[in-house]
Protein backbone atom coordinates (compact mmCIF):
# COMPACT_ATOMS: atom_id res chain seq x y z
CA UNK A 1 0.00 0.00 0.00
CA UNK A 2 1.44 3.51 -0.92
CA UNK A 3 2.31 6.10 1.59
CA UNK A 4 -0.22 8.35 0.05
CA UNK A 5 -3.06 5.51 0.89
CA UNK A 6 -2.14 5.56 4.51
CA UNK A 7 -2.11 9.06 4.90
CA UNK A 8 -5.86 8.85 4.19
CA UNK A 9 -8.41 10.89 6.68
CA UNK A 10 -11.15 8.63 7.91
CA UNK A 11 -14.57 9.55 6.54
CA UNK A 12 -16.81 12.17 7.86
CA UNK A 13 -19.07 9.02 9.75
CA UNK A 14 -15.92 7.28 11.06
CA UNK A 15 -14.94 10.85 12.57
CA UNK A 16 -18.12 10.78 14.01
CA UNK A 17 -18.51 7.21 15.51
CA UNK A 18 -19.67 7.51 19.39
CA UNK A 19 -16.63 6.53 21.67
CA UNK A 20 -16.75 3.15 23.53
CA UNK A 21 -17.99 4.28 26.89
CA UNK A 22 -15.83 3.83 30.18
CA UNK A 23 -16.81 -0.30 31.63
CA UNK A 24 -13.71 -0.79 33.86
CA UNK A 25 -13.93 0.74 37.82
CA UNK A 26 -12.11 -0.02 40.14
CA UNK A 27 -14.75 -0.61 42.76
CA UNK A 28 -19.30 -0.09 41.87
CA UNK A 29 -19.66 2.28 39.10
CA UNK A 30 -20.42 5.70 39.27
CA UNK A 31 -24.07 5.26 39.12
CA UNK A 32 -23.94 3.50 42.08
CA UNK A 33 -22.92 5.23 44.28
CA UNK A 34 -24.98 8.28 43.54
CA UNK A 35 -28.23 6.30 43.02
CA UNK A 36 -27.71 3.10 45.28
CA UNK A 37 -29.83 1.20 42.58
CA UNK A 38 -28.89 -1.98 43.83
CA UNK A 39 -29.79 -0.59 47.79
CA UNK A 40 -33.07 0.14 46.28
CA UNK A 41 -33.67 -3.02 44.38
CA UNK A 42 -32.87 -5.19 47.10
CA UNK A 43 -35.68 -3.68 49.46
CA UNK A 44 -38.80 -5.85 48.16
CA UNK A 45 -39.21 -8.83 50.84
CA UNK A 46 -42.27 -10.36 49.95
CA UNK A 47 -44.37 -12.81 52.77
CA UNK A 48 -46.98 -14.67 51.24
CA UNK A 49 -46.23 -16.81 47.52
CA UNK A 50 -48.78 -14.62 45.26
CA UNK A 51 -47.12 -12.25 42.43
CA UNK A 52 -49.27 -9.84 43.07
CA UNK A 53 -47.44 -8.60 46.40
CA UNK A 54 -44.66 -7.41 44.26
CA UNK A 55 -46.48 -5.02 42.50
CA UNK A 56 -48.15 -3.62 45.85
CA UNK A 57 -45.08 -3.71 47.47
CA UNK A 58 -42.52 -1.82 45.05
CA UNK A 59 -45.76 0.66 44.39
CA UNK A 60 -46.11 1.40 47.79
CA UNK A 61 -41.94 1.64 48.42
CA UNK A 62 -42.17 4.01 45.44
CA UNK A 63 -45.25 6.40 46.71
CA UNK A 64 -42.97 6.59 49.61
CA UNK A 65 -39.96 8.05 47.93
CA UNK A 66 -42.41 10.31 46.25
CA UNK A 67 -43.49 11.44 49.75
CA UNK A 68 -40.09 12.20 50.33
CA UNK A 69 -39.44 14.81 47.36
CA UNK A 70 -43.19 16.49 48.10
CA UNK A 71 -41.30 17.11 51.64
CA UNK A 72 -38.52 18.66 50.22
CA UNK A 73 -40.23 20.63 48.05
CA UNK A 74 -43.12 22.15 50.43
CA UNK A 75 -40.67 22.33 52.74
CA UNK A 76 -38.51 24.56 50.56
CA UNK A 77 -41.14 26.28 49.12
CA UNK A 78 -41.81 27.61 53.13
CA UNK A 79 -38.49 28.39 53.62
CA UNK A 80 -38.23 30.55 50.95
CA UNK A 81 -41.87 32.08 51.73
CA UNK A 82 -40.06 33.17 55.22
CA UNK A 83 -37.55 35.00 53.74
CA UNK A 84 -39.97 36.82 51.18
CA UNK A 85 -38.74 35.11 48.24
CA UNK A 86 -41.48 33.97 46.07
CA UNK A 87 -40.16 33.19 42.89
CA UNK A 88 -38.03 30.79 44.72
CA UNK A 89 -40.75 29.03 46.67
CA UNK A 90 -43.44 29.30 43.57
CA UNK A 91 -40.47 27.06 41.39
CA UNK A 92 -40.82 24.68 44.35
CA UNK A 93 -44.56 24.57 43.88
CA UNK A 94 -44.33 24.18 40.49
CA UNK A 95 -42.25 20.94 41.00
CA UNK A 96 -44.08 19.59 43.78
CA UNK A 97 -46.95 19.54 40.96
CA UNK A 98 -45.56 17.07 37.99
CA UNK A 99 -44.45 14.49 41.07
CA UNK A 100 -47.76 14.89 42.80
CA UNK A 101 -48.70 14.29 39.40
CA UNK A 102 -46.52 10.97 39.07
CA UNK A 103 -47.40 10.10 42.89
CA UNK A 104 -51.07 10.00 41.64
CA UNK A 105 -50.29 8.00 38.99
CA UNK A 106 -48.62 5.44 41.11
CA UNK A 107 -52.27 4.19 42.02
CA UNK A 108 -52.93 2.85 38.67
CA UNK A 109 -50.82 -0.76 38.90
CA UNK A 110 -53.07 -1.06 42.11
CA UNK A 111 -56.30 0.55 40.73
CA UNK A 112 -57.45 -3.11 39.22
CA UNK A 113 -57.04 -4.76 42.09
CA UNK A 114 -60.24 -7.54 42.67
CA UNK A 115 -61.20 -8.58 46.29
CA UNK A 116 -59.80 -11.71 45.90
CA UNK A 117 -56.37 -10.86 44.40
CA UNK A 118 -55.81 -8.12 47.31
CA UNK A 119 -57.16 -10.98 49.74
CA UNK A 120 -54.17 -13.14 48.07
CA UNK A 121 -51.39 -10.94 50.19
CA UNK A 122 -53.54 -8.96 52.46
CA UNK A 123 -53.04 -10.93 55.38
CA UNK A 124 -49.12 -10.40 54.81
CA UNK A 125 -49.73 -6.55 55.76
CA UNK A 126 -50.55 -7.26 59.11
CA UNK A 127 -51.52 -4.56 61.02
CA UNK A 128 -49.70 -1.80 58.76
CA UNK A 129 -51.56 0.84 57.04
CA UNK A 130 -50.65 3.46 54.85
CA UNK A 131 -51.61 5.74 58.23
CA UNK A 132 -48.67 4.79 59.69
CA UNK A 133 -46.34 6.42 56.62
CA UNK A 134 -44.46 9.04 58.67
CA UNK A 135 -43.28 10.95 55.32
CA UNK A 136 -46.75 11.23 54.56
CA UNK A 137 -47.69 12.49 58.09
CA UNK A 138 -44.91 15.01 56.99
CA UNK A 139 -46.83 16.15 53.83
CA UNK A 140 -49.86 16.27 55.75
CA UNK A 141 -48.62 18.34 58.48
CA UNK A 142 -46.77 21.01 55.87
CA UNK A 143 -50.77 21.28 54.51
CA UNK A 144 -51.94 21.93 58.04
CA UNK A 145 -53.63 18.87 58.71
CA UNK A 146 -51.87 18.58 62.31
CA UNK A 147 -52.40 16.22 64.88
CA UNK A 148 -50.41 15.46 67.59
CA UNK A 149 -52.56 11.94 67.95
CA UNK A 150 -50.44 10.61 64.75
CA UNK A 151 -47.21 10.92 66.40
CA UNK A 152 -47.91 7.69 68.64
CA UNK A 153 -47.41 4.90 66.11
CA UNK A 154 -43.95 6.13 66.07
CA UNK A 155 -43.04 6.32 69.16
CA UNK A 156 -40.53 3.45 68.82
CA UNK A 157 -38.76 4.80 66.43
CA UNK A 158 -36.61 7.52 67.88
CA UNK A 159 -35.44 9.39 64.81
CA UNK A 160 -38.89 9.10 62.83
CA UNK A 161 -40.82 10.63 66.49
CA UNK A 162 -38.23 13.47 66.48
CA UNK A 163 -38.88 14.46 62.74
CA UNK A 164 -42.47 14.47 63.10
CA UNK A 165 -42.78 16.65 66.50
CA UNK A 166 -40.16 18.94 65.10
CA UNK A 167 -42.59 19.05 62.09
CA UNK A 168 -45.70 19.79 64.19
CA UNK A 169 -44.64 22.33 66.03
CA UNK A 170 -43.14 23.90 62.76
CA UNK A 171 -45.31 26.57 60.51
CA UNK A 172 -46.95 24.40 57.71
CA UNK A 173 -46.48 25.81 54.42
CA UNK A 174 -49.80 27.51 54.23
CA UNK A 175 -49.24 29.44 57.68
CA UNK A 176 -45.89 30.44 56.09
CA UNK A 177 -48.05 32.06 53.00
CA UNK A 178 -50.70 33.65 55.50
CA UNK A 179 -47.47 35.45 56.99
CA UNK A 180 -46.54 36.19 53.92
CA UNK A 181 -49.75 38.21 53.04
CA UNK A 182 -50.05 39.82 56.55
CA UNK A 183 -46.25 41.69 55.64
CA UNK A 184 -47.72 42.67 52.50
CA UNK A 185 -50.23 44.33 53.89
CA UNK A 186 -52.86 41.97 53.38
CA UNK A 187 -55.95 42.05 56.30
CA UNK A 188 -54.45 38.60 57.58
CA UNK A 189 -56.15 38.53 61.37
CA UNK A 190 -53.72 38.73 64.37
CA UNK A 191 -55.31 35.39 65.70
CA UNK A 192 -54.24 33.30 62.52
CA UNK A 193 -50.54 34.54 62.16
CA UNK A 194 -50.20 33.97 65.74
CA UNK A 195 -52.25 30.82 66.28
CA UNK A 196 -50.96 27.87 67.34
CA UNK A 197 -49.38 25.88 64.64
CA UNK A 198 -48.93 22.79 66.25
CA UNK A 199 -53.32 22.53 65.64
CA UNK A 200 -55.18 21.47 62.64
CA UNK A 201 -55.64 24.88 60.44
CA UNK A 202 -59.09 25.99 60.62
CA UNK A 203 -60.54 28.00 57.98
CA UNK A 204 -61.46 32.15 58.67
CA UNK A 205 -63.78 34.38 56.67
CA UNK A 206 -61.27 37.17 57.06
CA UNK A 207 -58.39 35.62 55.28
CA UNK A 208 -61.54 34.41 52.58
CA UNK A 209 -62.15 37.86 51.85
CA UNK A 210 -58.02 38.31 51.49
CA UNK A 211 -57.83 36.35 48.51
CA UNK A 212 -61.63 37.30 47.44
CA UNK A 213 -59.85 40.89 46.82
CA UNK A 214 -56.69 39.07 45.49
CA UNK A 215 -58.65 37.18 42.94
CA UNK A 216 -60.67 39.96 41.59
CA UNK A 217 -57.73 42.04 41.33
CA UNK A 218 -54.82 41.65 39.05
CA UNK A 219 -54.78 37.96 37.73
CA UNK A 220 -50.76 38.59 36.86
CA UNK A 221 -49.86 39.77 40.45
CA UNK A 222 -47.40 38.23 42.63
CA UNK A 223 -49.62 36.70 45.20
CA UNK A 224 -52.55 36.18 43.08
CA UNK A 225 -49.80 33.38 41.05
CA UNK A 226 -48.83 31.62 44.22
CA UNK A 227 -52.52 31.10 45.17
CA UNK A 228 -53.10 29.59 41.87
CA UNK A 229 -49.72 27.67 42.49
CA UNK A 230 -51.13 26.38 45.91
CA UNK A 231 -54.68 26.05 44.05
CA UNK A 232 -52.76 23.62 41.54
CA UNK A 233 -51.56 21.68 44.97
CA UNK A 234 -54.41 21.27 46.37
CA UNK A 235 -56.58 19.71 43.71
CA UNK A 236 -53.93 16.80 43.09
CA UNK A 237 -53.97 16.09 46.95
CA UNK A 238 -57.71 15.95 46.67
CA UNK A 239 -57.07 13.97 43.48
CA UNK A 240 -54.67 11.61 45.64
CA UNK A 241 -57.61 10.62 48.10
CA UNK A 242 -60.01 10.35 45.95
CA UNK A 243 -57.87 8.01 44.04
CA UNK A 244 -56.44 5.90 47.29
CA UNK A 245 -60.43 5.94 48.01
CA UNK A 246 -61.71 4.19 44.87
CA UNK A 247 -58.65 1.86 44.96
CA UNK A 248 -59.41 0.79 48.28
CA UNK A 249 -63.11 0.77 47.61
CA UNK A 250 -62.65 -1.75 44.67
CA UNK A 251 -60.08 -3.73 45.95
CA UNK A 252 -62.42 -4.54 49.79
CA UNK A 253 -65.65 -2.71 49.60
CA UNK A 254 -66.50 -1.62 52.69
CA UNK A 255 -63.92 -3.84 54.94
CA UNK A 256 -62.64 -2.53 57.65
CA UNK A 257 -59.08 -1.32 56.97
CA UNK A 258 -55.63 -2.96 58.51
CA UNK A 259 -54.01 -1.08 61.33
CA UNK A 260 -57.75 -0.85 62.52
CA UNK A 261 -59.06 1.65 60.33
CA UNK A 262 -62.67 2.61 59.34
CA UNK A 263 -61.14 1.78 55.90
CA UNK A 264 -63.45 3.36 52.89
CA UNK A 265 -65.34 5.08 55.64
CA UNK A 266 -62.25 7.12 56.97
CA UNK A 267 -60.90 7.46 53.52
CA UNK A 268 -64.48 9.02 52.06
CA UNK A 269 -64.31 11.66 55.20
CA UNK A 270 -60.42 12.60 54.33
CA UNK A 271 -61.77 13.23 50.75
CA UNK A 272 -64.30 15.51 51.67
CA UNK A 273 -61.67 17.89 53.02
CA UNK A 274 -60.16 20.60 50.82
CA UNK A 275 -56.12 21.76 51.45
CA UNK A 276 -56.14 25.58 51.48
CA UNK A 277 -59.91 25.77 52.10
CA UNK A 278 -59.93 29.52 51.44
CA UNK A 279 -58.80 29.39 48.20
CA UNK A 280 -61.83 27.34 47.29
CA UNK A 281 -64.14 29.06 49.06
CA UNK A 282 -63.27 32.77 47.58
CA UNK A 283 -64.04 31.76 44.35
CA UNK A 284 -67.85 31.94 45.07
CA UNK A 285 -67.28 35.75 45.71
CA UNK A 286 -65.00 37.24 42.79
Excluded: C
Excluded at 187 to 192: D, Q, R, S
Excluded at 221 to 228: I, N, Q, S, T, V
Amino acid sequence: MSQQAQQIPPSSDEAHEPETPHLDFQGTTPYEDYVRADVLTHLQHTLSDDPGEMVFLVTTQVMELWFTVIVHEWETAAGALRENDVPTAMAALKRSVRELEALNASWRPLSQLTPAQFNSYRAALGEGSGFQSAMYRRMEFLLGEKSASMLVPHRGAPRVHAELEKALHEPSLYDEVLRLLARRGHAVPEAVVRRDVSRRYEPSPEVEEVWTALYAGDETDELARLGEALTDVAELVWRWRNDHLVATRRAMGAKPGTGGSAGVAWLEKRARKNVFPELWTARSHV
